[in-house]
C-alpha cells in the first residue's frame, strides 16, 4: 500500500505501521532529519506539505493528513487567548481547503486528522477519537481506550514513554510541543488498518465513493 504521510513531524502516527511504502513531506528541516532517520525505509521530501498535496494526490492509494492545529485548538483559545495574553490568531483554513479537496478529487482512501477546536467544525468530522477530529472517505470505527495521559500537564519524559520516542540525542529547544504534536501510534495504527480494509475491499482506486 501506497501511503502520502503529510505535515509528517516526527512520525508519531506512523510509527508503529508496517508492510507500506510511505512518503512522508515535512516543511521542517530538522523533524524531517529526525524522521528519516527513524524511518530509513521512506521517503522523507522537505516541503510544504499542502502544496505537495496538490501536485501529487493522485499517486498514493491511502493519504494521512494532519494540518497544523494550534489556530484551531480550544486549549490555546480558550486558556492561553482569554486568560494568559496569548495573542489570537485567524483559524488555519488549509484544513477545510484540504478536506474539501480531498473529498471532491481524491480517488484513492484519506484521513485528515486535527485537534477538537474551540468552535463548533466548519465541515461535520466523520469521527472522534479521544482529542482528535477525523475526517475520511472510509469507516472510522471507535478505537480502543489508549494511554490516560493528560496531554497539557504531560511532561517530556512521560510523553516519550507512552510514544516510544526518545529526542535526548538531538538539540531541539522545543522537545515537550515536538512530543505533544505526535499522534499517538496505536491511534496512527487503528486507522491504518480501517484503511487497509477499505483498500482491499474496494479492489482497485476507481471504486471508491465520493
Known sequence: MKILNLYAGIGGNRKSWTAVSVTAVELDPLLAAIYAQR???DTVIVADAHQYLLDHFNEFDFIWSSPPCQSHSSFRHNICVRFRGTVPVYPDMRLYQEILFLKHNALCFWAVENVKPYYKPLIEPDAVLHRHL????FTIHAADALSDIKIRYAQIPD?????GFSLKEFKLKNRRQI???CVDPRLGLHILKMAKAAYAGSGNRSAVKQ
Open 179 to 181: 512530543l505533544r504534536n
Open 134 to 137: 477525523f475526517w475520511s472517505n
Open 39 to 41: 524511518f530509513p525505509d
Open 159 to 163: 510523553l516519550e514513554k507512552v510514544l
